[in-house]
């Protein structure tokens, strides 16, 4: 059963990351004092994960955003154990993040079938209620999209991440010689001959002061939170939002985008990181590239470019830097293989650390060492296939 209350949104386009909306459980039936029967219990409202599913299906289908579980059924004389009601299920995308008002984490939906509970049923009518039944949870939850990917862009605006996406993906972001046109997440599927898939959010470009709320591209930041690695994409021959602001050249483009991460949430820094210089295909672009892994080498000796509270904590370390022209295809294909090589690694890593975590915890149980190999062996067999 569905019913309807107002709601509170942040869209972008006909994007959309966060919806609130209201839920409760359904009440439970009345108990059957002169038998003992007892009520049914209430039904319970879900969010239950759904490809293929985004927060403005949800909007446009319940406008008004309550949801309201069945009640239960009353005792009788035909039926004194009353039925359950009807449970309510919220198809919601993969990804989001379940908070109460007080901005408390109920759960995540990090797969397809996830479930998460947010309003439960009353108990029906009994003897120790004195056959009275008791009201369905109300509860208002927000659902926090943060976009699951393994591969997130960040760069500021026209470094050509949305070119580099459409090259190395299917994916037809808009395209166009002018600050921002990415005003949406886009999502893209890089495919390898051996069928293996890499997920690749480009994000909307950052400026100077995202962390604090300026631009459009810090409405997005979050989603990098749930990206296993960052690609980061500059210009080579460097960026200059408007006549008003200060031209950056490459290497300040890659030191200020550290920064604003490091601001915004000093975890970020520890994902593994790459860099594509992009626009190779500009006169004196291999200097200009030359100049750049120096001055990334030897980032202390070039301090003076920068104001104190400019310069990141810690400087990124990048595994692979790879000069690109996302315009006429140069280093595209060795960038994906980059991108592949660089998360194979992170997988082999986490295998390793979970094995070691397992052997460790078996150890701890103080097994005989037969067993303990044992299961060892068992361990390492269920991480390889």
């Not at 996830?114 to 109300?138: E, T, V, Y």
């Amino acid at each position: 059963m569905v019913r309807c209350s107002c709601s509170l949104l942040r869209k972008y386009g006909n994007f959309m990351d966060n919806l609130r909306l209201f839920a409760k459980g359904g009440a439970g039936g009345m108990g059957y004092p002169r038998l003992g029967g007892e009520g049914g219990k209430g039904g319970d409202v879900w969010i239950v994960a759904k490809k293929k599913m985004n927060l403005k299906q949800i909007k446009d289908k319940y406008p008004q955003k309550r949801f309201v579980a069945g009640e239960g059924a009353n005792s009788r004389i035909s039926a004194l154990k009353g039925e359950k009601g009807l449970d309510c299920e919220i198809s919601a995308p993969v990804g989001i993040i379940v908070t109460d008002e007080r901005g408390k984490i109920i759960g995540e939906l990090n797969k397809e079938d996830d479930r998460i509970l947010i309003a439960q049923g009353g108990l029906g009518g009994n003897l120790l209620s004195n056959f009275l039944p008791s009201k369905g949870q109300k509860r208002i939850i927000h659902l926090d999209l943060k976009l699951i990917a393994d591969i997130g862009l960040v760069g500021f605006p026209n470094a050509g991440k949305s070119s580099l996406l459409s090259k190395v993906s299917h994916a037809k972001p808009e395209i166009a010689d002018y600050a921002f046109t990415t005003v949406k997440p886009q999502l893209g599927k890089i495919m390898y001959n051996d069928f293996k898939q890499v997920s690749v959010a480009d994000l909307p470009g950052l400026i100077e002061g995202a962390h604090m709320n300026k631009g459009m591209g810090h409405k997005f930041l979050k989603h990098i939170e749930r990206t296993k690695q960052l690609l980061f994409v500059v210009d080579v021959a460097g960026f200059q939002l408007s006549s008003k602001t200060k031209f950056r050249s490459a290497f300040e483009t890659v030191i200020l985008l550290t920064k604003e991460l490091e601001l915004y949430k000093e975890d970020l820094m520890m994902k593994p990181s790459l860099l594509a210089v992009n626009k190779m295909d500009l006169p004196e672009a291999k200097d200009k590239f030359s100049e750049l892994v120096n001055q990334l080498q030897n980032p202390k000796d070039f301090s003076h470019l920068f104001e104190k509270d400019e310069i990141p904590g810690k400087t990124m370390e990048f595994h692979h830097i790879i000069p690109i022209s996302a315009q006429t295809g140069e280093g595209i294909e060795e960038l994906k293989n980059c991108l592949r090589i660089s998360l194979d690694e992170q997988s082999n890593q986490e295998k390793e650390k979970f094995s070691e975590k397992q052997l460790l915890n078996l150890r701890n149980s103080n097994l005989p060492y037969s067993d303990l190999s044992s299961k060892y062996a068992k361990v390492e067999i269920t991480e390889c296939h």
